[in-house]
T-cell receptor
Framework: DTEVTQTPKHLVMGMTNKKSLKCEQHMGHRAMYWYKQKAKKPPELMFVYSYEKLSINESVPSRFSPECPNSSLLNLHLHALQPEDSALYLC???????????????FGPGTRLLVL | AQSVAQPEDQVNVAEGNPLTVKCTYSVSGNPYLFWYVQYPNRGLQFLLKYITGDNLVKGSYGFEAEFNKSQTSFHLKKPSALVSDSALYFCAVRDSNTGGFKTIFGAGTRLFVKA
């Protein structure tokens, strides 16, 4: 099973709302990722968690707050977003072992976010 | 710095004809190269990867890719295209400088297969 699930599939929120995106995998992977993807563009890395610890933050604005409660779950908390934050948010996971460069990242279907 | 280039924004091919989607790379050290496909409003699906070994890598859905070290290329190929292959294709390289956590994607190539 190489499935990464994401909820919700779609989300519409106002600029004053607080919402959360959820990602789950049961492949025993220890690295989990958040990406942002604009239409017809490649995904842009936002955050990486390795063994439930934040490993990479690509200078993402603080209105995006990641959380990794356990090895299977990854959340992205959203607060006071801007319309330009509207995008497809993708979660991914990989084994997270030492030979990380050889690992395949498995992506979820994404959450399409619209900020009004 | 690691980078990948996909020189074609779009590739058009007739169903049943062979297809090629081009990718060139620039890395320091050994290249770890990947191809992903993305269908509309979906996440990325892994097709294949080159780590080491045979230069011809076989992947999902009948796709294969040829690694060419001298030309620093990793072109995606399929002998006979299907209409259902129409999608956005990304070539990618893993950044060994960050423990492999960063994936550097090309800009993407949109493939249209006409019936």
């Amino acid at each position: 099973d190489t499935e990464v699930t994401q909820t919700p599939k779609h989300l519409v929120m106002g600029m004053t709302n607080k919402k959360s995106l959820k990602c789950e995998q049961h492949m025993g992977h220890r690295a989990m990722y958040w990406y942002k993807q604009k239409a017809k563009k490649p995904p842009e890395l936002m955050f990486v968690y390795s063994y439930e610890k934040l490993s990479i933050n690509e200078s993402v604005p603080s209105r995006f707050s990641p959380e990794c409660p356990n090895s299977s779950l990854l959340n992205l908390h959203l607060h006071a977003l801007q319309p330009e934050d509207s995008a497809l948010y993708l979660c991914a996971s990989s084994q997270g072992e030492i030979q990380g460069v050889r690992e395949t990242q498995y992506f979820g279907p994404g959450t399409r976010l619209l900020v009004l | 710095a690691q980078s990948v280039a996909q020189p074609e924004d779009q590739v058009n091919v007739a169903e049943g004809n062979p297809l090629t989607v081009k990718c060139t790379y620039s890395v320091s050290g050994n290249p770890y190269l990947f191809w992903y496909v993305q269908y509309p409003n979906r996440g990325l699906q892994f097709l294949l990867k080159y780590i080491t070994g045979d230069n011809l890598v076989k992947g999902s859905y009948g796709f294969e890719a040829e690694f060419n070290k001298s030309q620093t290329s990793f072109h995606l190929k399929k002998p006979s295209a299907l209409v259902s292959d129409s999608a956005l294709y990304f070539c990618a390289v893993r950044d060994s400088n960050t423990g492999g956590f960063k994936t550097i994607f090309g800009a993407g190539t949109r493939l249209f297969v006409k019936a």
